[in-house]
């Protein structure tokens, strides 16, 4: 098993930044690929961007795409989001989710990933 803990949002304004963190524990070995997904209120959960296992394949969602930007640190078992430029349409609950499977198939969809966490509120505000 692989536990998920995010951190880092909160309230901003338009054009600020925040950096979104996730910890992994557990089984942290099995872990290959890294996601970032978000949902907003009445809206379905939708994919942010995600990073293999070894920081080489980095893709991101059309939306966020030079505004965002991913990384991870292996040997702190730790995944990151930095995201400048905010907007409010960035508001959302955002979700860090982690894949077993060793391939870098369809890492757009949730239902790829095998463990998730709790989630961690961002808004931003005009």
């Known amino acids: 098993q692989v536990q998920l803990v995010e951190s880092g949002g909160g309230l901003a304004q338009a054009g600020d930044s925040l950096r979104l963190s996730c910890t992994a524990s557990?089984?942290?070995?099995?872990?290959?690929?890294l996601g970032w997904f978000r949902q907003a209120p009445g809206k379905e959960r939708e994919f942010v961007g995600y990073?293999?296992?070894?920081?080489?394949?980095?893709m991101y969602a059309d939306a966020v795409k030079g505004r965002f930007t991913i990384s991870r640190d292996n040997a702190k078992n730790t995944l990151y989001l930095q995201m400048n430029g905010l907007k409010p349409e960035d508001t959302a609950v955002y979700y860090c989710a982690a894949r077993t499977r060793r391939t870098q198939v369809g890492m757009a969809s949730s239902l790829q990933y095998d463990y998730w966490g709790q989630g961690t509120q961002v808004t931003v505000s005009s």
């Open positions: 557990g089984r942290t070995s099995s872990i290959y690929n």
């Open positions: 990073i293999s296992w070894n920081g080489g394949v980095i």
